[in-house]
Each structure stands twice: as C-alpha cells, then as structure tokens.
C-alpha cells in the first residue's frame, strides 16, 4: 500500500460508523453492497456449522470488505482502499441479530435485561489483492444491562431504534440508560473501535487526525 492515500471507501449504511470515521479526520465515501440499501447474497450472514462467534464476525467482515471492492471495480469508481466492519452482540455464546419485529426485539431485551454480554466487532481493509485486519481480527466489549420491567421493553420496542441494530439496541441512543457498565469501547460498541480502526489505517498509510 502508499502512503499517499488520502480517502477511502466505507462499506456500510450505518450513520454510525460514518460519523466516528468524521471524528477522527478520516475522508470516506460510501459504498454501499447494493444499491437499494438491500444485502448482496455474496455477504452472507448466515452462521456456519460449528462457527464460533469471534470467527464468524471477522469472516463477514472480510466478505464485506472483498464484494464492496468488487462493486467498486463493477461501477468503474476510482480504486481507493475499502473499509468495513461487522458488529455482533454475543449472549451464552449466541449471536443475537437483528430483530425483525417487536416480538423479536422484546425477547432479546428480555434476555438482556440484569445480564452482561459481550459485543464484538471486527474490521477488514481492502486494497488492491491484499486484506488486512488486525491481530487479534476483533475487538471484544463486555456490556452490562441493568434489569429492564416489561413496561421499559415495551416502551422502547415502541421506538425505531431496536430493529437496525445488533442485539435490538444502540448504546448511543436512548437504549444508553438501560446500561449499567461497560468494559472495553465505547466506539467498538457502535460498530467501529476508533482506537483499532486508527492502527489498521495508520499500518495502511492511511492519515488521521
């Protein structure tokens, strides 16, 4: 890679990760997997057989990173390295997604309610025939909820905001009172660890700040 990179790609529809990227200096464009804001099959999400979390959150990572490179050269874009990112929120060592409706996002709260899980997000670069990620590939944060009544849950589901979102949450938005404590990023928790996305960049030669 140079070091005269001066932009990049982000592959990912989320406003989150879009303004943490604008908070430590880095100039992106976006480049979303499909037009119409729906996920390639190219990118699956399913778990395989026997996948654990940590690698099964880093494998999409690198599968988003590797088609987001692909729709760059299908779309004649000027080459720039490609960011991108996949988030999970772990609870007894399952992978809670994203709800699909109240009933959904209702039970995962439910299950989070009093308890501590683990969020763990990972990153992959691409650029030219090379991916880069870090070692370890993941940044692992240990969030816990305080006990949540059936009104608060359903008070919540009532909002937008648990159903685009791992685990049927964000920590930036009202779900942040629901949470007692957190060990590890608070970025990393929103979807982009700006201390390990600052160390891939920086590696790639790639400026911030």
Not at 157 to 185: L, V
């Amino acid at each position: 890679m140079t070091a005269s990179v001066s932009s990049i790609y982000l592959a990912s529809k989320s406003a989150r990760r879009g303004e943490l990227l604008r908070q430590i200096g880095v100039r992106f464009d976006l480049l979303l997997l499909r037009s119409d804001g729906a996920r390639a099959i190219d990118v699956s999400e399913i778990v395989h057989t026997d996948e654990a979390a940590p690698a099964y959150v880093a494998r999409v990572a690198q599968e988003k990173a590797d088609f987001a490179w692909q729709a760059m050269q299908w779309r004649n874009l000027a080459p720039r390295p490609v960011l991108a990112a996949d988030t999970s929120v772990i609870l007894d060592g399952e992978i809670l997604g994203k709800p699909a409706d109240a009933a959904e996002a209702t039970a995962m709260l439910a299950r989070l309610s009093g308890r501590k899980h683990h969020v763990l997000t990972a990153l992959a670069l691409r650029h030219g025939d090379r991916i880069e990620q870090l070692e370890p590939a993941l940044q692992i944060s240990e969030v816990s909820f305080g006990v949540l009544s059936p009104q608060m849950i359903a008070a919540y589901c009532a909002t937008q905001e648990p159903y685009d979102k791992a685990g049927g949450y964000g920590i930036q938005g009202i779900a942040a009172c629901f949470i007692e404590r957190i060990e590890g990023s608070h970025s990393g928790i929103m979807g982009l660890p700006l201390f390990e996305t600052t160390q891939l960049l920086r590696r790639a030669g790639i400026s911030t700040l």
